[in-house]
């Protein structure tokens, strides 16, 4: 039998068996007893955490349309947090587009593509991951630290966004200070 486990939108441990989610019931020594995430009677044991079977069967079919909704928000969450200055709509239909063609372990691919969220139910989740990222606005010069990829272009060229006041205020500080260069 194929199985992994998964984290919960909670973080813990979820044992997929067979393409059957379990969340965990108890644990004996070597063993850890799961029980299906709907109830329906069906049950999981994996042993010394390298073999997991069914022990008791599930009254429905697999969980394959929820496992493909679960990693397509993983791996929007993913791409949203290693790649912060990309915009949301773009991560978004990179991770669509991406999804769609390699499929999601699993699925099949017809539960990939009715698992892609319309963009809406997942925008305000996206940006506030996003906020989290990006640098804060200063309020004094000292707070003005920008780095890595706030500084630079795509093709790695020094960069600094700034409005006109922004520029005609700071400009004599930029000079001169070690932190910073911008292009004018
Ligand atoms: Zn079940």
Redesign the pocket.
């Known amino acids: 039998m194929s199985w992994y486990t998964i984290n919960s939108n909670r973080g813990k441990p979820l044992l997929v068996v067979d393409n059957?989610i379990?969340r965990i019931d108890r644990n004996n020594g070597n063993n850890e007893y799961y029980k299906?995430?709907?109830?329906?009677?069906?049950r999981a044991i994996l042993r010394s955490q390298t073999t997991a079977i069914i022990s008791k069967i599930?009254?429905?079919p697999t969980?394959g349309a929820e496992l493909a909704r679960r990693g397509f928000r993983e791996t929007l969450k993913e791409k949203v947090v290693s790649n912060p200055t990309k915009s949301v709509p773009q991560n978004f239909h990179e991770v669509r587009r991406s999804l769609v063609s390699s499929g999601i372990k699993g699925c099949t691919t017809s539960e990939v593509e009715d698992a892609v969220p319309v963009y809406t139910s997942v925008r305000s989740s996206s940006y506030r991951k996003r906020m989290k990222l990006v640098p804060k606005l200063p309020t004094k010069l000292s707070e003005l630290i920008l780095e890595n990829e706030w500084r630079s272009t795509n093709d790695r060229k020094d960069f600094l966004l700034g409005n006109y006041f922004f520029m005609t205020n700071l400009r004599p500080f930029l000079d001169h200070g070690p932190l910073l260069k911008y292009k004018t």
Do not use: R
């Open positions: 059957y379990h299906c995430i709907d109830n329906c009677g069906g599930h009254h429905h969980h």
